[in-house]
Nanobody, 127 residues
Framework: QVQLVESGGGLVQSGGSLRLSCVVS????????IGWFRQAPGKEREAVAC????????YYEDSVQGRFTFSKDSAKNIAYLQMNSLNGDDTAVYYC????????????????????WGQGTQVTVSS
C-alpha cells in the first residue's frame, strides 16, 4: 500500500523559511516522478516543484523559482521542499504526490500523472 505523509508546515513570517518533508512508503522513489503541489483558498491546485521519471532537472513554478528547492533522498524514500523567502502568496496546503508504479511521467507538473496523494500540510505566511 502506497502512503505519502507530509510534514514541516506551519506559521512563518514573511521572508522566513520552511522545509517540507514527504515520507513515502510502499513505493520506490529512486526512479520515480514525485511532485509537490499546493492549493490556496479559492484557487485551483497547482504544481510547485517536481521531477519527472526521465532525465532532466526539477521543474519549478515561475513564482517559486530561485526560492524553493526540490530534493529527494532515495535511500530514505523521502522528498523535500526547501522554501525560502516566503511571502503571503505561498500560503496554501501543500501536497506531495506520486504516480502509479512503473508510470513514465514526462511532464511532472501535470497532476493527472499522479495516483497517490498525501494528506497535505498547511503553510501560512504572515506579513
Amino acid at each position: 500500500q502506497v502512503q505519502l505523509v507530509e510534514s514541516g508546515g506551519g506559521l512563518v513570517q514573511s521572508g522566513g523559511s520552511l522545509r517540507l518533508s514527504c515520507v513515502v512508503s510502499g513505493f520506490n522513489l529512486r526512479y520515480s516522478a514525485i511532485g509537490w503541489f499546493r492549493q490556496a483558498p479559492g484557487k485551483e491546485r497547482e504544481a510547485v516543484a517536481c521531477v519527472s521519471s526521465i532525465a532532466g532537472g526539477p521543474y519549478y513554478e515561475d513564482s517559486v523559482q530561485g526560492r524553493f528547492t526540490f530534493s529527494k533522498d532515495s535511500a530514505k524514500n523521502i522528498a523535500y521542499l526547501q522554501m525560502n523567502s516566503l511571502n503571503g502568496d505561498d500560503t496554501a496546503v501543500y501536497y506531495c504526490a506520486a504516480p502509479a508504479a512503473g508510470t513514465v511521467v514526462a511532464h511532472c507538473h501535470n497532476e493527472r500523472a499522479y495516483s497517490y496523494w498525501g494528506q497535505g500540510t498547511q503553510v501560512t505566511v504572515s506579513s
